[in-house]
């Protein structure tokens, strides 16, 4: 199937001149993945420590997941939401047994799930708490990062994300992420929602006090505010629950997954609300061509039996809490700090460390695949089923990169 290999050079200049700027990717070329490794053209082996963002919780080409998505592309791959297919509603039964979500709304890309939510909460606000038409506000945080629209990056506040994509749509506040405080003093009789990270990925792996997301829960239940949790990063195993809310034993009104939700096979998103949230919604009001396609609920199906069944969740926490550790011991001059929760976890450097760039590239040339978030930041995120050799041995690597060049 494959024509023979070019040298990864020659990938790079047609990326370079055909293709849109809009990454700075690692020169890496990589052709084929399993578990929590992946090769590149040259046949050489890299653990994995992004894993695609989270996406690829479940590891690269998970066999069983691989397994449903060949059999449901023989069988069925696309209707529309016109007519009905039969996967879509054993989808919607076991997302609901396993989150305890009473409606489901299905998506493709993470966007799109944030997309849904604002819309579907501003319906909410004008329908059921009464809003004044066109008045709906909703609350976001400073630092957030929600996705590439145009809606979303009107709310960002990274100037990179922002520049001149302009005019945004009107509607939104932005309050410091962390401070419960500071969401009191913002929520106004229009406000229908508040949207947050449980812990901000791509920020740096920023978490909040403790005790936050318990506070925002109850000033949003008291104010009658819809509290919306953007876990499409944090969710589903990444950080050692099956959603980052549990660990302050709160439950959103209204939660957004995506990413691995199809385990890196296929962009696979949804809404997960109460009955009050989506229930708004109105034929006609909202769809997608391919959102709810039999083959993105099979592979989602899939995707979550696996994460449960093999244990991920639980060895997302165990190896994290190993992970964590062992970085927290490498010391040195160029480490501020070492955070993290399950196997979401952040190095930041000082800042005349020379920027984190350098240090991921030099753990590229030993095996190590990461990203710099920010200048300064180096996020960790390995698929979930790493086991405690691989973080040992890798936490020697960074030790050795981290600890070494300063
Ligand atoms: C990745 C991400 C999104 C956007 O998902 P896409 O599939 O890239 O559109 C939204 N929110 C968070 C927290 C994310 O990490």
Redesign the pocket.
């Known amino acids: 199937m494959n024509s023979s290999p070019r040298p990864p050079e020659d990938y790079i200049a047609v990326e370079y001149e055909l293709g849109a700027h809009n990454y700075k990717p690692l020169d890496v070329v990589l052709t084929r993945g399993e578990g929590v490794w992946v090769w590149d053209v040259e046949g050489n082996r890299y653990l994995d420590c992004l894993a695609a ?2 996406a690829v919780n479940q590891g690269h080409c998970h066999p069983k997941i691989l397994e449903t998505m060949m059999h449901q592309a023989k069988r069925l791959t696309l209707t529309s939401r016109a007519f009905r297919n039969d996967q879509l509603a054993p989808f919607y039964e076991e997302v609901a047994e396993l989150t305890g979500a009473h409606k489901i709304l299905p998506m493709n ?4 799930a ?1 997309e849904s939510a604002v819309k579907a909460v501003r319906k909410w606000g004008y329908e059921v708490k009464g809003v004044p038409p066109g008045q709906a506000e909703i609350i976001v945080a400073a630092n957030n ?4 629209t145009l809606g979303i990056v009107g709310f960002s506040t990274d100037p990179v994300a922002r520049h001149n994509f302009g005019p945004f749509a009107p509607g939104f506040v932005v309050i410091p992420f962390g401070d419960s405080e500071a969401l009191r003093q913002a929520i106004t009789p229009n406000t229908v929602a508040f949207l947050v ?1 449980p812990i901000q ?2 920020a740096g792996v920023i978490i909040p006090p403790d005790g936050y997301l318990r506070e925002i829960r109850d000033i949003c239940h008291e104010h009658g505010v819809t509290l919306i949790l ?1 876990e ?3 969710g589903l195993g990444r950080t050692g629950k099956l959603f980052a809310e549990e660990y302050e034993d709160v439950e959103a009104d209204v939660t ?1 997954v ?2 691995a939700l199809s385990g890196g096979f296929y ?1 696979v ?1 949804a809404v997960l609300s109460n009955q009050e949230i989506l229930g708004v919604l109105r034929p006609g009001e909202h769809g997608s061509t391919f959102g709810g396609n039999p083959l993105a609920c099979a592979v989602a199906r899939t995707a979550l039996k696996v994460l449960v069944e093999e244990g991920m969740i639980d060895n997302a926490r165990e190896m994290g809490d190993r992970f964590q550790a062992l970085l927290e011991g490498i010391g040195g001059d160029a480490i501020v700090d070492v955070r993290g929760r399950g196997l979401m976890i952040a190095i930041e450097l000082h800042a005349e460390a020379g920027g984190a760039r350098r240090y991921t590239e030099a753990l590229k040339d030993r095996g190590i695949l990461c990203k710099e978030t920010h200048t300064n930041t180096i996020r960790f995120a390995p698929p979930l089923v790493i086991t405690a050799d691989q973080v040992d041995w890798a936490a020697s690597e960074i030790a050795a990169v981290v600890g070494g060049i300063s």
């Open positions: 963002y989270s890309s993470g966007a799109e944030v990062f929600h996705g590439r990270e990925g791509e953007d499409i990063q944090t957004l995506g990413k962009p998103s």
